[in-house]
């Protein structure tokens, strides 16, 4: 199934705006799980298990695997995805931009070696860099807008011609990037006027929203300024907050609770 149905049909079924990320770092795992060979995947894949029917995405960032080589383990932990939970996307962020030959390459080990159904990009180096992945119409592209470390503002806050360098992003994408329709942005959760401008300008066009939880974002200024007119339109990630959400062996139920607590927060703000 295309991404954006994927993502259309999780938004419904679960009723949840809710992204997994899927960030491991060892030195929080549990007891049980520290040392163990495939201690990454068993971690990541029993966080999946507890929260598959309350996310409408995952989001492996794949430095997180990169850094400890568990590619292989991200490889595996995608198709397990895929194979017991199918109608729930995953978006590798990786934040790929480079020359259009070396973007191939980066579509292919996205989309064929990760399976993944969407991935994230820096628009930084313009068209040729994204059109690769644009032409993926099956694959969502989520690109960097306005994002939520406080460093945003140093460049995309600069101003263009009277403007901010973000809503040109912003307009560029929606305008003229967008032609399969299989784009998404990246807004973070810690800049909610700015990310009222961005929904101003895009329409419907899908938010992956970063920065709730562990970096302070308010889940009702996200939903009241980044949501369409049909209440949803939103992806908003929590990793940190619902992965290391417990410390014991029942780390996962932890997790669980996390997750339902976001996702019914978000809900209350949605229906308000
Ligand atoms: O602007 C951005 C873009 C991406 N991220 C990524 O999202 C998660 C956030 O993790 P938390 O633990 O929920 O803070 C992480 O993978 C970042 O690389 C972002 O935070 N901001």
Wanted: charge should be negative; glycine fraction near 8%; charged fraction near 20%.
């Amino acid at each position: 199934m295309h991404f954006m149905q994927s993502l259309q049909t999780a938004w419904t079924r679960n009723n949840s705006l809710v992204c997994v990320g899927l960030d491991p770092e060892p030195a929080k795992f549990p007891a049980h799980l520290k040392g163990r060979p495939d201690a990454v995947f068993e971690f990541c894949a029993a966080i999946v298990d507890a929260t598959a029917d309350l996310a409408c995405s995952f989001k492996p960032q794949i430095a997180h695997f990169a850094a400890l080589r568990a590619e292989e383990a991200l490889e595996r932990l995608i198709a397990h995805i895929h194979a017991k939970h199918p109608g729930v996307p995953v978006i590798l962020d990786a934040k790929r931009g480079d020359i259009g030959s070396t973007a191939q390459h980066y579509v292919t080990e996205a989309f064929e070696r990760f399976g993944a159904d969407a991935v994230t990009l820096n628009p930084y180096l313009g068209r040729d860099s994204a059109q690769p992945f644009l032409d993926r119409a099956d694959k969502g592209v989520i690109l960097l807008c306005h994002t939520s470390n406080p460093g945003a503002a140093d460049l995309q806050d600069l101003d263009v011609g009277g403007k901010p360098l973000y809503q040109h992003v912003a307009r560029l994408i929606a305008q003229e990037w967008n032609t399969h329709g299989n784009c998404a942005l990246v807004t973070g959760a810690t800049y909610p006027e700015q990310l009222a401008e961005v929904r101003a300008l895009i329409g419907d066009i899908p938010l992956l929203v970063p920065g709730i939880g562990a970096q302070g974002g308010d889940v009702q200024a996200v939903v009241r300024n980044g949501r369409t007119a049909a209440g949803a339109g939103l992806m908003i990630n929590s990793s940190r907050a619902i992965l290391y959400a417990g410390s014991g062996e029942d780390f996962a139920e932890a997790a669980r609770t996390a997750a339902l607590d976001l996702r019914d927060s978000i809900n209350h703000y949605r229906a308000s």
